[in-house]
């Protein structure tokens, strides 16, 4: 089943859902995920929360949290960089999982073009390699007996604001008689380390541009941000074209503007991480000497500020660089990754090379760090006794050909991407999201290569695929319209 490609622009849609191409960017934020106890209330549910007046719609639309980012970065402008502490909002984006679709539409057609939709992210665990301490039986979200049909997701500038919300969205809950199987809390770290994620690197950094909603700068890339290249929005949402001039992926005409949605909990190990790189970066012989902060750079592909080692070879010169280029570079002339690994996180996750078709893999990230930060010094709870991560949250037009793709073939492939340069070397997973406890091989050109045990520090501890429809399917739904 194929749909026509719409052509009508992006920007200003009052269909598609925000926190896909305009993501909420907000420091408090609340998953929630909720069991449908039958078809009914599941419609009246979503009726509520997407009446027929769309002035009354709770669910955050392109539009409306597009139009916000703009003028709030505008006035962030004007303030020299600081947050303008008046302009604050609080968006809602709900999500429908496979099980939940069942109950609100009943056999749906076209459900067998998406896989891993249709099985979940639990039956998919093998083929990601979620095994050990991340195999499904351990996650405390998206076990298989947890019945998941709705993710609901909550964010505000202030955490005040978040709570309002939630206890609204609570007892709207509680009266159609729906289950509140967990709620996932998840914040920004404070201070100097906004913006970073628990291990201490500037996250977020690399997010492409996208054809149709994102303003083009003179460079071709996406305004104010040199090397966030731009993408087709049929990469994201369903019903646009794809990258290369490709159709949109097949799908129902009712799915159009939607977009699917990867949620996992990633569990951070911090001075397990720390201690590792640590204790490896003294066992380099004299010959190779370098330092835990290098070392660390060199896993990543970035310093903890956010420089690349493509600008900051052997130390971070951040004085020197105009943050706004961190994302402004290649790795031509590197092929052997001597200066940024070729297992380095950034560089498997994002080769910059047409030859991989990255284009076609990009995925938009709307994650956020969860639980407190890693600081012994103050006290309970701030150190390895408390439970920390990150909230991956992306948003995709096809789970298995983007999502999965980057964790299988790419991550936790030791021979990617040698396999595709035609040299066969084997560099190893991806020492920071790579699923294999497998050795990365260090290269230099003035010294022999280095062999080196890279133990996992990041697990799995749980995962949800959803499907975020548009906001009139949303409306249909909850109408009791097919």
């Not at 979503?46 to 980012?69: K, M, Y």
């Not at 159009?256 to 991480?273: E, H, K, N, T, Y």
């Not at 997973?429 to 294999?436: L, Q, R, S």
Request: proline share 7%; with cysteine.
């Amino acid at each position: 089943m194929h749909v026509e490609e719409q052509h009508l622009p992006l920007r200003g849609s009052e269909s598609i859902q925000g926190n896909i191409l305009a993501g909420f960017r907000k420091d408090h934020q609340v998953f929630v995920f909720l069991t449908i106890p039958d078809p009914q209330a599941g419609r009246a549910y979503v009726a509520e929360l997407v009446p027929r007046d769309p002035t009354q719609s709770r669910i955050a639309s392109t539009r409306q949290v597009g139009d916000f980012n703009e003028m709030f970065s505008a006035a962030r402008r004007e303030r020299g960089g600081d947050d303008p502490e008046s302009l604050v909002a609080v968006w809602v984006n709900l999500a429908v999982t496979a099980p939940g679709l069942r109950k609100l539409l009943g056999a749906w057609h076209g459900r067998h073009r998406f896989p891993a939709f249709s099985q979940g992210a639990h039956a998919r665990a093998k083929h990601l390699r979620d095994t050990g301490r991340s195999a499904p039986k351990h996650w405390l979200i998206g076990r298989d007996d947890q019945a998941i049909d709705l993710v609901v997701t909550i964010a505000a500038d202030r955490e005040y604001d978040l709570e309002l919300v939630l206890q609204s969205m609570r007892a709207t809950t509680a009266r159609h008689g729906l289950t509140t199987v967990f709620e996932q809390p998840g914040q920004t770290l404070s201070g100097a380390r906004a913006g970073h994620e628990h291990f201490g690197f500037k996250d977020g950094i690399s997010q492409p541009g996208v054809v149709g909603f994102d303003r083009v700068g003179d460079d071709g890339d996406r305004e104010g941000h040199p090397g966030d290249e731009m993408v087709e929005p049929g990469e994201f949402v369903l019903g646009y074209k794809r990258s290369g001039g490709a159709p949109s992926w097949p799908h129902p005409k009712w799915m159009a503007d939607g977009s699917f949605q990867v949620f996992r909990r990633l569990q951070q190990d911090v001075p397990g991480w720390w201690s590792q790189v640590t204790r490896r970066a003294e066992s380099l012989p004299a010959d190779h000497p370098m330092s835990a902060d290098l070392l660390a750079a060199k896993f990543v592909g970035r310093w903890r500020s956010g420089t690349p080692l493509a600008r900051a070879h052997v130390r971070d010169n951040r004085s020197a660089q105009d943050p706004r280029h961190d994302n402004d570079f290649t790795f031509k002339g590197d092929k052997r990754g001597y200066t940024t690994p070729r297992f380095a996180h950034i560089r498997k996750m994002y080769p910059r090379d047409e030859r991989f078709d990255d284009d076609r893999r990009r995925i938009l990230r709307r994650g956020i760090p969860y639980g407190p930060e890693f600081d012994p010094t103050d006290g309970r709870g701030h150190g390895v006794d408390a439970d920390r991560g990150l909230l991956f949250n992306a948003f995709m037009a096809n789970i298995e050909q983007q999502f999965e793709f980057l964790q299988q073939a790419w991550a936790n492939n030791p021979k990617f991407p040698g396999n595709v340069f035609g040299d066969h070397l084997t560099d190893g997973p991806d020492p920071v999201i790579g699923h294999d406890d497998r050795p990365v091989t260090l290269r230099s050109k003035r010294c022999p290569d280095e062999l080196l045990d890279v133990r996992r520090f990041v697990d799995t501890s749980g995962a949800v695929y959803a499907f975020a429809p548009s906001i009139d399917a949303l409306r249909r739904i909850g109408a009791g319209r097919r």
